[in-house]
């Protein structure tokens, strides 16, 4: 019986995209045999030369093991998914009209596989589908004796492969005892969390997770507005609250807002669901106008600090991507307030670890020092290490002025104080460069002097300002 429950089994997956590839990628891992159909020829013979795409941190090695061993292959062939014992959709579903999520790259598969899929099949929906989508997916595919299931999938750019191998939990949609039992064959070697549930629910874990998440987010950058105002440091209270196990240190970064290919499409997404049964989601929607605001925010922020109007200043930008460890820049913050300070006639340039030049509205830099010559402000929009360990004594050299707008608060502000920048935050206290003669840096908001030799020593506000 035990092996039975691990027996390999023969998996096609639909979409080489962010979801299909790692899925195709972990499952092959998982001992798997993987056939991975994607419509993109040239994508295809990419990926059979283990050439990735997309940027994934240790994707590319998953796939060279997998087309190695020969559990992985890639194909633009429908038909060879004929001998399939259970087919993962995960396919795009970008935001159509109205929030509705356009499911018709859904719909042509599930029409093209009904020729092709070996009776009693199972077809699982992994994309992001509308709640209730199954009953259209089944029509499309027409066929009694396969099975259509739901399992959302809950990847992270970035951390695709760890999350996918290490779930917090996996959720199937399905109501048939068989095809569950393949569904759990298929993840039985990460010993997870199990949840199942009927077709409808799986659907909606996914557009409710992401909104929670979003709304969490939303609600920690108003507290991070609130801070600003008041005085008070937004790092500190997201500590406070975060050490009560109810509500967790997760998602407690603030930002220039959330953005990505699912948070604003699910959260949309969301919305719309509940509007087709008259239902109005207040709380989504709230999140939703929130991060709008938290950007309109950080863009007058970021204009408060220049000094000369836009059309005369230069910004360094540092960052495209909408959040680290990705290349991707779909509804990124960054470029959102990147095309706004163009607008604006700033001079703006962009560095940005692994983003595609292409994608800056601003002028291109090399390297993070390039982006910042002559800079009457450097704006920090991504969180990527590199922007952590910066060589302050060579920015400074670059600079006009010794400004810094850490979006991310990400910047080691002491460092950067001791090589004379001024660096402002959202919601946390500013932090000032001392005089010359001086050792350590002046925090505004809490009166006190910092650095390494004095740290904690109580001064009058005001005394170190220059
Ligand atoms: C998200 C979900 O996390 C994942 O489960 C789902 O499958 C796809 O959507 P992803 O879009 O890759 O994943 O990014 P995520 O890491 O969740 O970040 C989303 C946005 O929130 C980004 O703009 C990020 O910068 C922002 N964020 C995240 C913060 O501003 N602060 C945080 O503390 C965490």
New binding site residues.
Partial sequence: MGDLKNRALRVGIVGSGY?GLTSAACLSSLGHRVTAVDLDREKVLQLRNGEIPIFEPGLDELVADGLGQRRLRFTVDYKQLADSEIVLLCLPTPQGPDGVPDISCIETAARDLAAVLAPSAVLLTKS?VPVGAHHRVREWLGRDDVVVASN?????????IA?FMEPDRIVIGANDPRAIGIIERLYAPLEAEIQVTDVTSAELV?YA??SF??TK?SF??EMARLCEATGADVDAVARGMGSDRRIGN??????????????PK?TRGLTSVASAVALELTITSAAIQSNEEQLDYTYGRIMSLLEQPPCASTIGGWGLT???N?D?VR???AVHLTKRLVASGANVMTYDPAAAKEATPGTWAEDPYAATQDADLVVVL??WDEFADIDFGRLALTVKRPVIFDA?SIVDAAAAASHGFTVHRIGRPTVFPLAEDSAGYFDLTRGLMLGAEIASTEVTAGDAVP
């Fill in positions: 979801v992001t959302p999938e809950f990847l992270r750019e970035g951390s695709a999350d996914k997770s992401n998440l979003a987010l920690i950058n997760d998602f407690m970064r603030s930002g220039p807002g959330w953005g990505g290919s699912c948070f699910d909408f959040k680290a990705t991707d509804e990124s913050p991504t969180e991310r």
